[in-house]
């Protein structure tokens, strides 16, 4: 391949973090997933910055969050505006993942990092392929991309990055080879022998279990646990391999023999439905098999007819025991399948099943090794746990006085705004006979702050109203229940003036003053003069193209709170707040207290306008973390004629000290060890780079490889650039402007050719523009190797020492060519470039009208010329000079770019194929 190919790991390198890799392939540099995991780790993502201004182009090869997880970020507040490839199913279900993702996080934080209208931005711009469908990338690079299918979960894709007339490059990561129920394996029968393989050690050293004994052992141990009336969950992930999980136990929940249709079948998560419902729609990106049933029978395995769909915890404990729950997430780091874990572990009845290995140290990964043997004898794990809940008591009514103080605030502000407006508009606002627009403005303000004014005043009295009594004020009476009934008459309520509504307001009337000094004479005689008024505005009924405008605030019911039981066991307004008003309102209603009733709704009805400044929120909630430790015992159990089964037994710390069985069962989708090798030795790359593995898997198929593998074998580590370039003598330079305008190119087929004679500079340009003459390019190779990093960008402080002086070598060094002089050019005959066949030549010289022949080998044209190939494959013309002979072989010219010498000139032979 006479190509610069380079790789740079940004993550994912000899762990199993998340995947993202710079590929460059020349001038074009594509980032190869953009994967992100729960430790939203930034200097990664700073790191993937940098070189947003570079990429050309983002290939993404699954949908979940290990492979594309950063993209919403990315996207959104890093600037990458490049073009982004993906399968339709990647694309949608890419959505779900994070979604469900999100979700979870906010469920139990304030997450802020990207938003549900940031991932929607995001993914509305991937541009969505078919399985073998070719795609060139925008510019003259002449790189085509094509997906192939991948297995492991639906429209995962490899992908094949290949130039015109060279070798390919194959990126093919967490790919499975075995057919499933819903999915056909990966096939390599396309790929032979490319230039550069790409792939991953995960399972390098890992050996997984048949199929039909794995599906055994799921169902085991699911019925055990049924049978002994517990619940079983099942951790899988949002939009992948729950699909094959959930077709399977919905195939075995419809088999009468095999005794689980007594039990519930839950799908748990934030988007099931419509997971669900993309499954539905994707058939033609699914197995043979269930296409084919599809086709005959219009049967699609994913009408579920057991499995119930839930979307939140309240839904799942709404189903009756014992139940078998598919949740998410799978790291067990936030979602349903943490929350459901810490709920249901203090049963020994209850069985956990994580059916995928994730992070190294998320609490999925590290129940597998506890559950696996990995950790003998007994041992204790500390979790931080996250919750949301909502504001009571104290906290609520404080928040509430907050938002009312901000609402207050906001409605003066307003309203001094539009007040100022409508002085000046003066005249021309009486002059008209219409309400203007300003004046309603000012009404709606003037009433809200004097609706907010009065609930303020009443939700003051009807605390009070809840403590003891020691006197009646002035101008209140005592109803029935020893409860003071206002009676203070109507009178005008002052407009609060300073920020704290508990100070005394000064004394601003809510009458509406037109300041008749400030209005200008207008020529036409007025009839009408307006005089100060109280307050009120006649309101209109608006119209659109559909009829009368509905507002649907006023169809919509107060939803009652339940009541607060104060600390003494008794509801109260002071402590309950507003609830403790609905309490009182409904012990006054059964006790049919008229006095008390009356008192009630009133103080109700005051307190309200509290409730309708958050109506359009959601309820105040607040995030709280602590730090449980939960010990972890095991114990070896002996299975007949099978090898000691290790069992995970976790006690919770509190007084019942119980128990609940964690297993492990692989239902992750991916080709093992074994397969791998095979599959290298199948294809045989010339050169391999190894990622996303720990470094001993990575190491052991690096070790393998070199019995298949003939070229280089890279193993990079984080943040470092591995050169795949095979041809030694390939150096990227620089021309100069005098040079470049000199330049007159000549097309051949998708290639442009001109001939260079020109001279080498060196400048550097940290010491100062500094210029030397080179004879020779191979005099200076180790500054010519120093450009092995990606153009722009500082020095990262947080890169490896080497990986700084490489780039720091880089930014100094830079090779340019200028023009030489007009003497020193040195003469050279005439290059003709092409190499068209005989039998081409004979149809263009038969379409011109000149008749040609073969005879042993040699074309005869018009018995004037003929043409022939000599021993050194060049073409030979020979004829008897005439005006016919000059004319065929001006046709035969033009077959060819024709590099003459120009003294006139500098050219160079650039972008070449």
Same mark, same amino acid.
């Given at each position: 391949?006479?190509?610069?190919?380079?790789?740079?790991?940004?993550?994912?390198?000899?762990?199993?973090?998340?995947?993202?890799?710079?590929?460059?392939? !020349?001038?074009?540099?594509?980032?190869?997933?953009?994967?992100?995991?729960?430790?939203?780790?930034?200097?990664?993502?700073?790191?993937?910055?940098?070189?947003?201004?570079?990429?050309?182009?983002?290939?993404?090869?699954?949908?979940?969050?290990?492979?594309?997880?950063?993209?919403?970020?990315?996207?959104?507040?890093?600037?990458?505006?490049?073009?982004?490839?993906?399968?339709?199913?990647?694309?949608?279900?890419?959505?779900?993942?994070?979604?469900?993702?999100?979700?979870?996080?906010?469920?139990?934080?304030?997450?802020?990092?990207?938003?549900?209208?940031?991932?929607?931005?995001?993914?509305?711009?991937?541009?969505?392929?078919?399985?073998?469908?070719?795609?060139?990338?925008?510019?003259? /690079?002449?790189?085509?991309?094509?997906?192939?299918?991948?297995?492991?979960?639906?429209?995962?894709?490899?992908?094949?990055? /290949?130039?015109?007339?060279?070798?390919?490059?194959?990126?093919?990561?967490?790919?499975?080879?075995?057919?499933?129920?819903?999915?056909?394996?990966?096939?390599?029968?396309?790929?032979?022998?490319?230039?550069?393989?790409?792939? !991953?050690?995960?399972?390098?050293?890992?050996?997984?279990?048949?199929?039909?004994?794995?599906?055994?052992?799921?169902?085991?141990?699911?019925?055990?646990?049924?049978?002994?009336?517990? !619940?079983?969950?099942?951790?899988?992930?949002?939009?992948?391999?729950?699909?094959?999980?959930?077709?399977?136990?919905?195939?075995?929940?419809?088999?009468?023999?095999?005794?689980?249709?007594?039990?519930?079948?839950?799908?748990?998560?934030?988007?099931?439905?419509?997971?669900?419902?993309?499954?539905?729609?994707?058939?033609?990106?699914?197995?043979?098999?269930?296409?084919?049933?599809?086709?005959?029978?219009?049967?699609?395995?994913?009408?579920?007819?057991?499995?119930?769909?839930?979307?939140?915890?309240?839904?799942?404990?709404?189903?009756?025991?014992?139940?078998?729950?598919?949740?998410?997430?799978?790291?067990?780091?936030?979602?349903?399948?943490?929350?459901?874990?810490?709920?249901?572990?203090?049963?020994?009845?209850?069985?956990?099943?994580?059916?995928?290995?994730?992070?190294?140290?998320?609490?999925?990964?590290?129940?597998?090794?506890?559950?696996?043997?990995?950790?003998?004898?007994?041992?204790?794990?500390?979790?931080?746990?996250?919750?949301?809940?909502?504001?009571?008591?104290?906290?609520?009514?404080?928040?509430?006085?907050?938002?009312?103080?901000?609402?207050?605030?906001?409605?003066?502000?307003?309203?001094?705004?539009?007040?100022?407006?409508?002085?000046?508009?003066?005249?021309?606002?009486?002059?008209?006979?219409?309400?203007?627009?300003?004046?309603?403005?000012?009404?709606?303000?003037?009433?809200?702050?004097?609706?907010?004014?009065?609930?303020?005043?009443?939700?003051?009295?009807?605390?009070?109203?809840?403590?003891?009594?020691?006197?009646?004020?002035?101008?209140?009476?005592?109803?029935?229940?020893?409860?003071?009934?206002?009676?203070?008459?109507?009178?005008?309520?002052?407009?609060?003036?300073?920020?704290?509504?508990?100070?005394?307001?000064?004394?601003?009337?809510?009458?509406?003053?037109?300041?008749?000094?400030?209005?200008?004479?207008?020529?036409?005689?007025?009839?009408?003069?307006?005089?100060?008024?109280?307050?009120?505005?006649?309101?209109?009924?608006?119209?659109? !193209?559909?009829?009368?405008?509905?507002?649907?605030?006023?169809?919509?019911?107060?939803?009652?709170?339940?009541?607060?039981?104060?600390?003494?066991?008794?509801?109260?307004?002071?402590?309950?707040?507003?609830?403790?008003?609905?309490?009182?309102?409904?012990?006054?209603?059964?006790?049919?207290?008229?006095?008390?009733?009356?008192?009630?709704?009133?103080?109700?009805?005051?307190?309200?306008?509290?409730?309708?400044?958050?109506?359009?929120?959601?309820?105040?909630?607040?995030?709280?973390?602590?730090?449980?430790?939960?010990?972890?015992?095991?114990?070896?159990?002996?299975?007949?004629?099978?090898?000691?089964?290790?069992?995970?037994?976790?006690?919770?710390?509190?007084?019942?000290?119980?128990?609940?069985?964690?297993?492990?069962?692989?239902?992750?989708?991916?080709?093992?060890?074994?397969?791998?090798?095979?599959?290298?030795?199948?294809?045989?790359?010339?050169?391999?780079?190894?990622?996303?593995?720990?470094?001993?898997?990575?190491?052991?198929?690096?070790?393998?490889?070199?019995?298949?593998?003939?070229?280089?074998?890279?193993?990079?580590?984080?943040?470092?650039?591995?050169?795949?370039?095979?041809?030694?003598?390939?150096?990227?330079?620089?021309?100069?402007?005098?040079?470049?305008?000199?330049?007159?190119?000549?097309?051949?087929?998708?290639?442009?050719?001109?001939?260079?004679?020109?001279?080498?500079?060196?400048?550097?340009?940290?010491?100062?523009?500094?210029?030397?003459?080179?004879?020779?390019?191979?005099?200076?190779?180790?500054?010519?190797?120093?450009?092995?990093?990606?153009?722009?960008?500082?020095?990262?402080?947080?890169?490896?020492?080497?990986?700084?002086?490489?780039?720091?070598?880089?930014?100094?060094?830079?090779?340019?060519?200028?023009?030489?002089?007009?003497?020193?050019?040195?003469?050279?005959?005439?290059?003709?470039?092409?190499?068209?066949?005989?039998?081409?030549?004979?149809?263009?010289?038969?379409?011109?009208?000149?008749?040609?022949?073969? /005879?042993?080998?040699?074309?005869?044209?018009?018995?004037?010329?003929?043409?022939?190939?000599?021993?050194?494959?060049?073409?030979?013309?020979?004829?008897?000079?005439?005006?016919?002979?000059?004319?065929?072989?001006?046709?035969?010219?033009?077959?060819?770019?024709?590099?003459?010498?120009?003294?006139?000139?500098?050219?160079?032979?650039?972008?070449?194929?």
């Amino acid at each position: 391949m006479t190509s610069i190919v380079k790789l740079e790991a940004l993550s994912g390198a000899k762990d199993d973090g998340p995947l993202c890799y710079l590929l460059q392939v !020349d001038d074009v540099y594509l980032l190869l997933d953009c994967g992100w995991d729960e430790n939203f780790d930034l200097l990664y993502i700073e790191a993937v910055k940098k070189r947003v201004p570079y990429i050309s182009a983002v290939l993404l090869s699954y949908a979940d969050t290990s492979h594309a997880g950063a993209l919403p970020y990315l996207v959104t507040k890093c600037g990458l505006t490049c073009p982004i490839y993906a399968t339709g199913p990647t694309c949608k279900m890419g959505v779900m993942y994070a979604y469900d993702w999100l979700q979870s996080h906010k469920a139990v934080e304030d997450f802020s990092l990207f938003t549900f209208d940031d991932v929607d931005a995001s993914f509305e711009r991937v541009q969505q392929l078919k399985y073998n469908q070719t795609v060139s990338l925008k510019g003259d /690079s002449g790189l085509q991309i094509v997906p192939l299918p991948a297995g492991h979960i639906i429209g995962g894709a490899i992908w094949r990055i /290949s130039k015109a007339g060279d070798d390919e490059i194959v990126y093919a990561v967490d790919y499975n080879h075995k057919k499933e129920r819903h999915l056909n394996g990966c096939l390599f029968d396309a790929i032979q022998r490319p230039h550069l393989l790409i792939t !991953d050690a995960f399972n390098a050293q890992y050996k997984q279990p048949g199929r039909k004994q794995r599906d055994e052992q799921l169902v085991t141990k699911m019925l055990r646990t049924l049978q002994k009336g517990g !619940d079983c969950l099942v951790v899988i992930d949002t939009a992948g391999r729950v699909l094959e999980i959930a077709h399977l136990l919905d195939q075995l929940w419809s088999n009468k023999d095999a005794g689980l249709g007594a039990y519930n079948l839950v799908m748990l998560s934030h988007v099931a439905s419509s997971v669900v419902r993309f499954a539905k729609s994707q058939i033609e990106w699914m197995s043979d098999k269930v296409m084919r049933s599809f086709e005959q029978g219009r049967f699609n395995p994913f009408q579920f007819d057991h499995v119930q769909l839930c979307h939140s915890h309240a839904e799942v404990d709404r189903i009756r025991s014992p139940k078998v729950v598919l949740c998410s997430d799978i790291s067990m780091e936030c979602g349903f399948s943490r929350d459901l874990f810490l709920e249901w572990c203090s049963d020994t009845k209850n069985t956990i099943i994580l059916t995928g290995r994730s992070g190294e140290r998320t609490l999925g990964s590290k129940l597998i090794r506890m559950a696996q043997g990995q950790q003998r004898g007994k041992s204790s794990l500390v979790l931080e746990i996250k919750r949301r809940i909502r504001l009571e008591g104290a906290e609520l009514e404080e928040h509430r006085a907050r938002r009312l103080h901000e609402h207050q605030e906001e409605a003066r502000k307003k309203m001094e705004a539009n007040r100022r407006r409508s002085g000046l508009a003066g005249a021309k606002a009486d002059a008209s006979d219409s309400e203007s627009d300003d004046d309603d403005v000012i009404a709606s303000a003037v009433a809200a702050v004097q609706k907010a004014t009065d609930a303020v005043t009443a939700a003051a009295a009807a605390a009070g109203a809840a403590a003891p009594i020691a006197s009646t004020p002035r101008g209140s009476s005592t109803g029935g229940g020893g409860v003071p009934i206002p009676t203070t008459p109507l009178e005008a309520k002052p407009f609060p003036a300073h920020e704290s509504h508990s100070s005394t307001a000064v004394s601003a009337y809510d009458i509406i003053q037109k300041w008749e000094h400030t209005q200008k004479a207008s020529f036409f005689k007025q009839n009408k003069k307006s005089f100060p008024m109280f307050g009120y505005v006649e309101e209109k009924v608006k119209w659109d !193209d559909y009829g009368e405008v509905i507002r649907p605030e006023d169809y919509m019911m107060d939803a009652v709170a339940p009541p607060v039981v104060a600390s003494n066991g008794q509801s109260g307004v002071a402590n309950g707040g507003l609830n403790g008003v609905s309490a009182m309102l409904a012990e006054a209603k059964i006790k049919a207290d008229p006095d008390l009733a009356a008192e009630a709704a009133a103080a109700a009805g005051a307190a309200d306008s509290v409730d309708s400044l958050l109506a359009e929120e959601e309820w105040p909630t607040k995030c709280l973390k602590y730090i449980t430790k939960l010990e972890f015992m095991k114990r070896v159990i002996m299975m007949k004629n099978s090898s000691p089964h290790f069992a995970c037994t976790l006690i919770t710390l509190t007084d019942d000290r119980v128990m609940c069985r964690v297993e492990f069962i692989d239902f992750e989708g991916r080709s093992d060890g074994e397969s791998i090798k095979k599959i290298l030795s199948q294809i045989r790359p010339k050169q391999l780079i190894i990622v996303h593995g720990d470094k001993a898997a990575t190491q052991h198929l690096a070790d393998f490889a070199k019995t298949v593998v003939q070229g280089s074998i890279f193993t990079p580590k984080l943040g470092e650039i591995v050169d795949a370039t095979v041809e030694s003598r390939i150096f990227q330079v620089a021309l100069s402007d005098a040079l470049l305008s000199s330049l007159s190119f000549q097309k051949v087929k998708d290639a442009e050719l001109v001939w260079l004679d020109a001279k080498l500079l060196k400048r550097v340009a940290e010491d100062g523009t500094r210029d030397e003459e080179e004879d020779e390019p191979e005099e200076e190779p180790e500054e010519m190797e120093a450009d092995e990093q990606s153009p722009g960008g500082p020095v990262d402080e947080m890169a490896p020492p080497a990986h700084k002086r490489m780039r720091s070598k880089r930014a100094a060094d830079r090779f340019l060519l200028d023009a030489l002089e007009m003497g020193a050019i040195p003469p050279h005959q005439a290059v003709f470039v092409n190499e068209p066949k005989l039998s081409d030549m004979r149809q263009m010289l038969q379409a011109a009208g000149h008749p040609a022949e073969f /005879s042993a080998g040699v074309l005869h044209i018009s018995g004037v010329a003929s043409i022939k190939r000599n021993d050194a494959g060049r073409f030979h013309v020979e004829g008897c000079a005439s005006e016919k002979y000059f004319q065929i072989r001006d046709l035969i010219y033009k077959q060819f770019a024709i590099l003459e010498y120009n003294s006139a000139q500098n050219v160079v032979l650039s972008d070449m194929d």
